[in-house]
């Protein structure tokens, strides 16, 4: 849900408007009073939501994640994106043995421009399938195609990839899937990923095979502007029902309290070992993560919103100082982004930032930043090494047509 539609439900004022993954290792710790000692408040805080709350759909039963022409347009104009995945496409077949004319190529969601299908024909792909579930987006990818005069190379299939198969039961040597959400796996990457690594790969266990390499969640706990500005009983947050808000990655309303950590891992190559398929529905246990309230961004994040409240001129400035710290000190939620590596060598270059890393500044991108609101009003007066302690429980199916889901609960700890 974008800010305004948020602004819009809450209020009555004028039209205004670490995670669990079952893609980490490891266990962390599960007390969460150990991570609190000497605190004289304890808050609770928590949220939940389907991965398509709040966004556009492509069937009324609210299942799949779908997208109108102004996000495709973000998405295929994206500075960040694009000529990366170009690269990767271009690097790929340039490398492969007996050249890019050997080389068959699947892309998983091709979109309405068929931007990534043409890329690969352009740089010698012997065959490309280009797979699109919505049929409207399928006629134009068809369109463009023809255009771009690749017919004879290009074939779209309309459909979910699930329950489609590829002529004469072939299988492809690369697989270039940008099903990336700003939460990683939110748009179905997991299951369309595990189903294409069983049906439609020749090597699926390589690498090499796909594109991204690895898909990837970063989250820390944030403040938010509005989130302060407007509180009850004029504003009612919780009206969203657990959606979150949705933010541009260069809006200076939300800064991070606290260093991100990575709450989601996924390694296309290796996703059949990513998750536990053998425990009911897929659902693995809560994951608790801390995060540590840094004193520095608590200073940076004042000068940010002052600067923010007093270009939005929201406040008299002789008010502005004590609102901007106030805010800078408050804990709205805790804040999601994406990061892509095309390839999966460890000193590659080619790697997509939604938020700059590892700090999680604000920068371009047609990503968002999501973050649901954890309480109704700001858990205010927050101190360098405060604490937000939150268990995270990520539901992420193997079937396509079942939206992911998330749940959030916790507590902030705020010391004398």
Same mark, same amino acid.
């Given at each position: 849900?974008?800010?305004?539609?948020?602004?819009?439900?809450? !209020?009555?004022?004028?039209?205004?408007?670490?995670? @669990?993954?079952?893609?980490?290792?490891?266990?962390?710790?599960?007390?969460?009073?150990?991570?609190?000692?000497?605190?004289?408040?304890?808050?609770?805080?928590?949220?939940?939501?389907?991965?398509?709350?709040?966004?556009?759909?492509?069937?009324?039963?609210?299942?799949?994640?779908?997208?109108?022409?102004?996000?495709?347009?973000?998405?295929?104009?994206?500075?960040?994106?694009?000529?990366?995945?170009?690269?990767?496409?271009?690097?790929?077949?340039?490398?492969?043995?007996?050249?890019?004319?050997?080389?068959?190529?699947?892309?998983?969601?091709?979109?309405?421009?068929?931007?990534?299908?043409?890329?690969?024909?352009?740089?010698?792909?012997?065959?490309?399938?280009?797979?699109?579930?919505?049929?409207?987006?399928?006629?134009?990818?068809?369109?463009?195609?023809?255009?771009? !005069?690749?017919?004879?190379? /290009?074939?779209?299939?309309? !459909?979910?990839?699930?329950? @489609?198969?590829?002529?004469?039961?072939?299988?492809?040597?690369?697989?270039?899937?940008?099903?990336?959400?700003? /939460?990683?796996?939110?748009?179905?990457?997991?299951?369309?990923?595990?189903?294409?690594?069983?049906?439609?790969?020749?090597?699926?266990?390589?690498?090499?095979?796909? /594109?991204?390499?690895?898909?990837?969640?970063?989250?820390?706990?944030?403040?938010?502007?509005?989130?302060? @500005?407007?509180?009850?009983?004029?504003?009612?947050?919780?009206?969203?029902?657990?959606?979150?808000?949705?933010?541009?990655?260069?809006?200076?309303?939300?800064?991070?309290?606290?260093?991100?950590?990575?709450?989601?891992?996924?390694?296309?190559?290796?996703?059949?070992?990513?998750?536990?398929?053998?425990?009911?529905?897929?659902?693995?246990?809560?994951?608790?993560?801390?995060?540590?309230?840094?004193?520095?961004?608590?200073?940076?994040?004042?000068?940010?919103?002052?600067?923010?409240?007093?270009?939005?001129?929201?406040?008299?400035?002789?008010?502005?100082?004590?609102?901007?710290?106030?805010?800078?000190?408050?804990?709205?939620?805790?804040?999601?982004?994406?990061?892509?590596?095309?390839?999966?060598?460890?000193?590659?270059?080619?790697?997509?930032?939604?938020?700059?890393?590892?700090?999680? !500044?604000?920068?371009?991108?047609?990503?968002?930043?999501?973050?649901?609101?954890?309480?109704?009003?700001?858990?205010?007066? @927050?101190?360098?090494?405060?604490?937000?302690?939150?268990?995270?429980?990520?539901?992420?199916?193997?079937?396509?047509?079942?939206?992911?889901?998330?749940?959030?609960?916790?507590?902030?700890?705020?010391?004398?």
């Amino acid at each position: 849900m974008s800010r305004r539609s948020a602004m819009q439900r809450c !209020g009555g004022i004028a039209a205004a408007t670490t995670v @669990l993954s079952p893609f980490l290792f490891g266990a962390l710790p599960r007390q969460a009073a150990q991570a609190a000692d000497d605190v004289t408040k304890v808050i609770p805080i928590s949220a939940s939501w389907s991965a398509v709350d709040g966004l556009n759909s492509l069937d009324e039963g609210k299942k799949v994640v779908g997208f109108d022409r102004s996000a495709y347009n973000a998405m295929k104009d994206d500075p960040s994106r694009t000529p990366l995945f170009k690269k990767a496409i271009i690097d790929r077949l340039n490398a492969a043995p007996g050249g890019p004319s050997t080389q068959t190529v699947l892309d998983l969601g091709t979109g309405p421009f068929a931007l990534f299908s043409i890329m690969a024909a352009e740089a010698g792909a012997k065959k490309v399938y280009a797979i699109e579930a919505n049929k409207e987006v399928a006629q134009s990818a068809r369109f463009l195609i023809k255009k771009s !005069g690749f017919s004879d190379i /290009i074939t779209v299939l309309d !459909g979910v990839s699930t329950e @489609l198969t590829l002529p004469d039961n072939e299988k492809v040597d690369l697989v270039v899937a940008e099903l990336v959400g700003s /939460i990683a796996t939110e748009e179905g990457a997991y299951a369309t990923v595990l189903d294409a690594h069983t049906r439609f790969v020749k090597r699926p266990n390589s690498p090499k095979s796909w /594109i991204p390499s690895r898909i990837q969640t970063y989250a820390a706990p944030a403040s938010y502007t509005l989130h302060n @500005l407007f509180q009850p009983p004029a504003f009612d947050w919780d009206k969203l029902a657990g959606q979150p808000v949705r933010f541009n990655c260069r809006d200076e309303g939300l800064q991070l309290l606290s260093d991100p950590v990575l709450v989601e891992d996924v390694s296309f190559a290796d996703i059949p070992n990513n998750i536990a398929l053998t425990k009911k529905d897929n659902i693995t246990e809560p994951r608790q993560y801390t995060f540590t309230v840094d004193g520095e961004r608590i200073k940076q994040n004042t000068v940010a919103f002052r600067e923010e409240y007093r270009k939005n001129k929201v406040i008299k400035d002789e008010e502005l100082e004590e609102l901007a710290l106030s805010t800078a000190r408050s804990f709205t939620g805790v804040a999601f982004w994406p990061r892509i590596l095309m390839d999966d060598e460890k000193d590659s270059t080619n790697v997509i930032n939604s938020r700059t890393f590892p700090e999680g !500044g604000h920068q371009r991108s047609h990503w968002q930043t999501v973050l649901p609101i954890m309480n109704s009003t700001p858990v205010g007066g @927050l101190k360098s090494g405060d604490k937000v302690v939150v268990n995270a429980d990520f539901d992420v199916p193997s079937k396509v047509l079942v939206p992911p889901k998330y749940r959030l609960e916790g507590n902030v700890f705020v010391k004398n």
